[in-house]
């Protein structure tokens, strides 16, 4: 079973992949770059990752056929939401938490490359799968 501080210490590599990207490339660029280029980091650091992994919506019991994907999700743990925007928003949180919720991850990363610093800008979300689970292996 995972715990909370796997979780964290997967993150942190995570973190440290969007820090080197951002420190190659810089602010300015399109979304689309930036995640290509965070792929090859964590396929260079050995993380295993699927990228826009498509989401299923449920309306009651029936799937709806609908086209909803997430960026990147790391380890089957940790959804990243990837941005190049001016300002991260609230709508951006609530898609990140839908994410999570939809495929019952435990944490989510917002990660905006539009910044000067990846670390402050970077949003980490967690919800209840997370809380379940043990703080120690």
Do not use: W
Request: hydrophobic fraction near 40%; charged fraction near 25%.
């Amino acid at each position: 079973m995972t715990s909370q501080n796997q979780i964290n210490d997967l993150a942190f590599k995570i973190v440290g992949c969007a820090i080197e990207v951002h420190k190659q490339l810089g602010p300015g660029l399109l979304e689309s770059i930036y995640e290509e280029c965070f792929c090859e980091e964590l396929n260079h650091r050995k993380l295993n990752f699927v990228r826009q992994v498509r989401i299923p919506v449920f309306y009651k019991t029936r799937e709806l056929n609908i086209e909803l994907r997430l960026d990147v999700l790391v380890e089957d743990l940790i959804i990243c939401e990837l941005k190049a925007i001016e300002t991260l928003l609230p709508v951006h949180q609530a898609q990140l938490l839908s994410y999570m919720k939809l495929l019952q991850k435990p944490k989510g990363l917002l990660i905006n490359f539009h910044t000067d610093n990846i670390t402050k800008s970077m949003i980490p979300l967690v919800n209840e799968y997370f809380s379940e689970l043990p703080k120690n292996p």
